[in-house]
């Protein structure tokens, strides 16, 4: 039993020992933290361990920040965590912020940390359009935005559309001009390239030395009225409190610096404004609720303190922090040297490892070209020994034909003497087969001529022998002859004459019926063969002798040739003269190969 009891005791010691704790989430710029806090901490020991978590030792700019029914407040570092009308639901959650702003960011922000966290602060107030930036500042403090978190421009990696996800500009300057996003990323990619070697600490100063200056910068707006119930605008900053038109926040209507004010009050909703100069009046107003009196105050209260701080030497701690700062900026700065030295020369190593490689390569292909030179040389070394020999054999060829074709010239110019010898005898004969050619169409004519004549007195010949056929034939038919003593009339003179001698018949051809009549035998015999040599002796004489033989004056009948008409007539193979035949006929001699001529 008592141990019993005792085991309880202790388990109820250990218990009470225990302490109890809540979960507060804890919401900065770029972070979220979360931390077991125990329940006597006030807000100053939540604050402590939030900023030893950050490493940040300016610390008298900050504040934990948390909303009661729309209204902004702060945590009071004297007065516990959970004492502060919070929502009880853990997590509990409350805002690190920037809750004073220096006057001279350059000068006053010493820690990096700092820096950081004013400028994450300060550019979504500007984007969230808390502090009004005009367009040409809003694209400057856009690249120095991405300055900060892309470093150094590089084309290579920095490519069109690398800045499509980033929120950078005030959706209001956006609007105000008609310009694609890829119009806004090119300005502002421009003046991007210009920030090359700021680091990020760097840049994000110059962001905020921009945005220092602008008149919404730093300032807190409360809306109150004055006695006579008009509607103002009371703005708290690092230099003092300034009245404004509802309408303007950029300009104020009066101001009253800290070190003018000689108080500041409040009762209840109305709060008081005490210049130091009496002569000035003393500025009420009022504001809507009671709290918002409380938050003025702690703002006023904590601006005026740092402004009076700033105008006194720097405390122990804020020197030996300027000093670290000092150090670690000129540490950071040699170690940016540095890099900036080892990436200078590792570009170099770089630049020169990829120019020996492209030489390399470079060479291999040289190497690898004159390798192929060199076979096509050799193939071609080849080819031409093989055309060298070829060549020598087409020039022995050559030179055979070369004394073939003198051979050949001097035979040509030998034809050719022989052919001029030959064109000139030709050249000859043709004048004379044209000299020829003319005497035979002469001599042609002249026959024609002839033959037209023959033709004529062969039928004048032919009427004087039907003439003398007729009278024959009537003097044979006659009974009895008449005394041939009278001397008979004269025959006409174209009829040849007849004798008629006992059984014998003498026919008396003249010379020109002969003549004619050999010519009309040449003519007829022409075609098939000469005349006989013996005709002409015929032709020449004007009797045929009584006893004469006249087979040998026959001319063989050519082959398949029959004349039945003209000087010829044929007889059993035989042709006979026109005269033989009919003196056959006239003697009545059935052969005529046995007319006995007188």
């Known amino acids: 039993m008592a141990g019993a009891i005792a085991s309880r005791m202790s388990f109820s010691s250990l218990k009470r020992k225990q302490p109890k704790t809540f979960t507060v989430r804890i919401v900065t710029m770029d972070a979220e933290m979360e931390f077991n ?32 029914k729309d209204t902004v407040a702060w945590l009071k570092m004297d007065k516990k965590v959970l004492d502060h009308d919070v929502s009880k639901e853990e997590p509990v959650t409350f805002h690190f912020l920037a809750k004073f702003y220096p006057e001279n960011a350059e000068e006053e922000l010493v820690q990096e940390i700092t820096q950081h966290l004013f400028f994450l602060q300060v550019k979504k107030q500007i984007l969230d359009e808390k502090i009004y930036c005009p367009p040409e500042a809003s694209v400057l403090l856009a690249s120095y935005a991405v300055q900060a978190k892309y470093g150094d421009y590089d084309p290579s990696v920095h490519k069109r559309g690398f800045l499509a996800q980033e929120e950078l500009l005030p959706k209001r300057v956006i609007n105000l001009y008609q310009m694609t996003p890829e119009m806004w990323e090119e300005r502002i990619t421009a003046w991007y390239a210009e920030h090359r070697g700021r680091a990020r600490d760097e840049a994000e100063m110059e962001y905020l030395k921009i945005a220092q200056d602008l008149e919404m910068y730093g300032v807190n707006y409360f809306a109150i009225r004055n006695k006579k119930g008009t509607e103002l605008l009371l703005g708290v900053d690092a230099l003092g409190l300034h009245i404004y038109d509802p309408e303007n926040r950029l300009t104020p209507k009066i101001s009253f610096p800290w070190n003018e004010i000689r108080n500041i009050s409040y009762s209840d909703k109305e709060f008081t404004i005490k210049p130091l100069d009496k002569k000035i009046d003393v500025f009420k ?80 292909e040289e190497a690898t070209m004159a390798n192929e030179a060199l076979m096509r040389s050799e193939e071609t070394a080849d080819l031409l020994a093989e055309k060298a020999q070829i060549t020598e054999e087409e020039a022995k060829l050559l030179a055979q034909k070369a004394a073939e074709a003198e051979q050949e010239m001097q035979r040509i110019k030998a034809t050719a003497i022989r052919t001029e010898e030959e064109k000139r005898l030709m050249e000859q004969k043709v004048l004379e087969a044209e000299v020829l050619a003319l005497k035979m169409a002469e001599e042609s004519e002249r026959r024609a001529k002839e033959a037209d004549q023959l033709k004529q007195d062969l039928q004048e010949a032919r009427e004087a022998e039907r003439r003398a056929k007729q009278k024959l034939l009537e003097i044979t038919t006659k009974p009895t002859y008449p005394p041939m003593n009278p001397i008979p009339a004269p025959l006409p003179p174209d009829i040849p004459s007849f004798n008629l001698i006992g059984d014998s018949l003498s026919f008396d051809f003249k010379d020109t019926d002969m003549k004619r009549l050999s010519m009309e035998i040449e003519k007829e015999n022409s075609p098939c063969r000469a005349p006989s040599p013996e005709w002409p002796s015929l032709k020449s004489s004007s009797r045929f002798p009584a006893t004469q033989d006249l087979s ?41 190969l046995h007319v006995q001529l007188p």
């Open 37 to 68: 806090c125990e329940m006597k901490w006030k807000g100053k020991d939540l604050f402590d361990l939030v900023c030893r978590t950050l490493g940040l030792r300016e610390t008298w700019f900050f504040g934990l920040q948390y909303t009661i």
């Open 552 to 592: 040998h004056l026959l001319l063989p009948a050519p082959e398949g040739w029959v004349s039945h008409h003209g000087s010829h007539r044929r007889w059993a193979g035989w042709e006979l003269p026109w005269e033989l035949w009919n003196f056959a006929q006239l003697s009545g001699e059935p052969n005529p």
């Open 285 to 364: 107003f009022n504001s809507s609720k009671l709290r918002v009196n409380k938050l003025i105050l702690q703002l006023c209260i904590g601006n005026h303190d740092l402004f009076m701080r700033r105008r006194k030497a720097d405390s122990l701690e804020v020197q030996q922090m300027k000093a670290q700062a000092r150090e670690e900026k000129a540490r950071k700065q040699m170690e940016r040297q540095r890099l900036a030295r080892e990436k200078q020369m590792r570009e170099e190593a770089e630049r020169t490892r990829d120019e020996l490689e492209r030489r390399l390569l470079q060479m291999k």
